[in-house]
Each structure stands twice: as C-alpha cells, then as structure tokens.
C-alpha cells in the first residue's frame, strides 16, 4: 500500500513556475491533472475523493475526514489563496462583502447576496481594472494584474461556505475588473464552476464593458452562460467619455458582434446602464437605448449610479430612475430596475477596497484615494 506522498516531498512552491500569475498557488489551482501527478503515489481513487471534497463540497482539506491524517496534512500545505482582510455584512446579513489579500498583497472584492434560500455571488476577476471607466472606482484605481483560476474559483468557495445551508445558485462576474480581458482564466474557472461545483451554466452571467474579441470568442463556447454588457450610453460621443474602451470598439462594432452573439448561440443579451443624473436618464437617452435593445431583443437592467470618489456627478434620483423605466417600458423595452443591497459597506465596485487602503496603508499596492464616507450612503445593485 502506498504510504502518504506528496507534499512533504513536493513542496507547494514547486508549482510556482507552471502558474504565470500565481506565486504559491492554492489548492483550488490545480487541474485535475495536476492533482493527479500530485497524488501520483497514492491509490488512484484519492484523486476523486480530493476533487470532490474541494469543488462539491467546499471543504478544506482538514475536514476531507475520509483522507489518511498524512495526506490532510500534506494539502494542508497549499495554503488558500485568498485571505480575508475584512468580511461585512450588511440587509440583515442577506448581503456580505469581502475584501480579500492576495499573496502579492494587492486585494479584490467578493460579494454574497442571499434571496430567500439561494444566493448569488458576485466575483472579481482582475486586481485593479484597465478600462478606466470614468464613474467606477475600479477604473479609477487602475490595472493590478489579472487573477488566477484558483483566484476566481476560490471566491466562490468561500462564499458557498459562508452562504451554507443555503445553496450559492448563481455566480456573476461583476465584481473588479474586466472579465473578457482575462478570458482563458475566467473560461476556465466557468468550466470548473459548472463541471465540478454543479452551478448551471444558464446561472452563470459574465459581465463586459464591451471587449469584442471577447464576445466573438464567447459566441463560438458551447456552454450557454449569460453574456452582460455595460452600454450606458447608445451615442458614441457620451459613451467614449464614459467607457473610454468605445474609441476602440465604437456602438456600431459592438453592436454587431452582439448581434453575431444573439444570432449564433440564440442565447438572450442584456444590458447594463448605470444612471447618471443628466448625463444618460434623459429621454433622448431612453430612445436611442431603445433602437439597440429592440434590434438584439436585449434586456435591460437599470442601475441608479452608485457615488465613487473621483467622478463627481451623481446618480439619477429615484423619481428619475422610475421615469426612466417608464419611457423604456413604452418604447417597448424589456427593462429590469435593480433592487437595492449593501449602501453602508461601500459597496459600489472598488469601493471597499479604496477605503481600507486608505484606513490601513499597509503593504497593498491598490492604489486609490478614500472615498468619502458620506458619498457612500449609495444606492447599491443586487445582481439576482
Ligand atoms: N468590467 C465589467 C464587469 C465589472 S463592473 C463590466 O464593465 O461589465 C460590473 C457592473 O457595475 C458594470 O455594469 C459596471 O458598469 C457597473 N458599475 C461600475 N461602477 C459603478 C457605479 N459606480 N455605480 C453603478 N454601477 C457601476
């Protein structure tokens, strides 16, 4: 019988080199080939019970009691990638919001939201964001690196323990950064999510600010899981000083590879608008979103604008918003307003982590100015 291997002899570090991003990669880093080499020398069914322990049932090694006590503790040894530097809560607990460290010191968010008996994640897959949109504070900090696959998976993980009994059903990818410029990770980590922790496909929602390659790349995948875009403005004037990725993929290509997307995978699109107050709540605003929602039959979900420090124009008021919505509603629209979570833990994305940054300026590197407390007391979206 093959006595307890690996670790002790492989020590974590070894694997550094194989992960670009990834100093001393986690558990949840490893591919299952990985993992088999890994546990070369022990019976061949470890792999399984290892797998299964860590994607079906979120647990950590220390709690996989059908392992010998030898190779508990030689996993033990792949230390989580993710470790918590604050955890809020906020809705009655039915809201969580995590701000995570990484090895290398930069940190990200992650944000739990209950409804009823079923949660939804919402996950980061950047350190930081390079499209620099103008009213998110993510973009306002500028690009860290992009996150690994165990980085991404792990925030799942995490959540799903936290969320328990309850069941994590849906997993968006909105948190920092921008998904479709760190494709392969993202791919892979929806791969894990649907293959190996059960979430549906059709549960999982990725959310881009309007990367084409991305969406053209997304249109030849096979699983159907949820493409979002963040329009905001249906003008290219308003939207390349909002999003300033529009000067190079204009309304007019975007657009078009949306309707390649709808057309091939006949999947249904939905847009993004986060409403700004006299920027893009106007009626002519209403009008022109309404000729790109009708021609893809996209869904809209309006967001009222949540307050970051460096943009200094606020969100629609709610009497706006709902006027809004009514002009899209007679135009025809499908249109969902967002109900409101998490408006006293600086929930607005890149919000928490620009204010503990500020707080503690310990060793991270996300650089950012604190926002003001009180420009906190926001409107926050819930993605259900
Ligand atoms: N980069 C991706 C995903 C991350 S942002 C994207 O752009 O889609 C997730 C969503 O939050 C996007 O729709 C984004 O535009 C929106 N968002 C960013 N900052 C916001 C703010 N201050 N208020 C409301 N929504 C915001």
């Known amino acids: 019988m093959p006595g307890p291997t690996l670790l002790s002899s492989t020590p974590a570090a070894a694997f550094a080199e194989a992960h670009s991003v990834c100093a ?15 546990l070369a020398a022990e019976p061949g069914y470890r792999v399984k019970q290892v797998w299964e322990g860590l994607y079906g049932r979120a647990q950590a090694p220390s709690e ?7 190779l508990r503790h030689s996993l033990s040894e792949l230390p989580p990638a993710l ?17 995570f460290g990484l090895h290398d010191g ?7 939201m209950r409804y009823g008996s079923r ?8 350190a930081g964001c390079a499209m620099a949109c103008s009213f998110c504070a993510t973009g306002q900090m500028g690009f860290g690196r992009h996150l690994s696959v165990g980085e991404i998976v792990e925030q799942v993980v995490v959540a799903r323990r936290d969320a328990a009994p309850d069941r994590v059903s849906n997993v968006v990818f909105m948190g920092m950064g921008e998904p479709l410029a760190n494709y392969d990770r993202v791919w892979d980590s929806v791969v894990r999510m649907h293959a190996d922790m059960g979430l549906s496909a059709r549960h999982l929602t990725i959310s881009t600010v309007g990367m084409v390659p991305g969406i053209r790349r997304l249109t030849q995948e096979r699983l159907p899981v949820n493409l979002a875009v963040s329009l905001h403005a249906a003008n290219d004037n308003l939207r390349d000083s909002l999003v300033p990725i529009n000067r190079r993929y204009p309304l007019a290509v975007l657009v078009e590879a949306c309707e390649e997307y709808v057309a091939t995978t006949k999947r249904r699109l939905s847009f993004e608008w986060a409403l700004i107050d006299g920027v893009n709540d106007r009626r002519k605003d209403a009008v022109e979103l309404s000729r790109i929602a009708e021609r893809l039959r996209a869904h809209v979900n309006l967001i009222p604008l949540n307050p970051t420090p ?51 300026p310990r060793n991270f590197r996300v650089a950012a100015t604190r926002p003001a407390k009180e420009a906190s007391t926001s409107l926050k979206t819930s993605w259900s």
């Open 24 to 38: 001393v990669p986690g558990l949840y880093e490893l591919s299952r080939e990985e993992l088999e080499d890994l």
């Open 64 to 70: 996989m009691t059908e392992l010998p006590g030898a």
């Open 83 to 99: 470790e918590v530097v604050s955890r809020k809560s906020a809705d009655a607990g039915t809201t969580v919001k995590w701000l």
């Open 106 to 112: 930069r940190m990200i968010e992650t944000v739990l």
């Open 119 to 126: 949660a939804t994640v919402c996950v980061s897959t950047q």
């Open 310 to 360: 460096g943009y200094q124009v606020r969100g629609s008021s709610l009497s706006r918003v709902r006027e809004f919505r009514r002009a899209l509603e007679t135009l025809g629209v499908n249109v969902t307003l967002r109900s409101t979570r998490g408006a006293d833990i600086d929930a607005a994305c890149g919000q928490l982590s620009a204010s503990v940054t500020a707080a503690e």
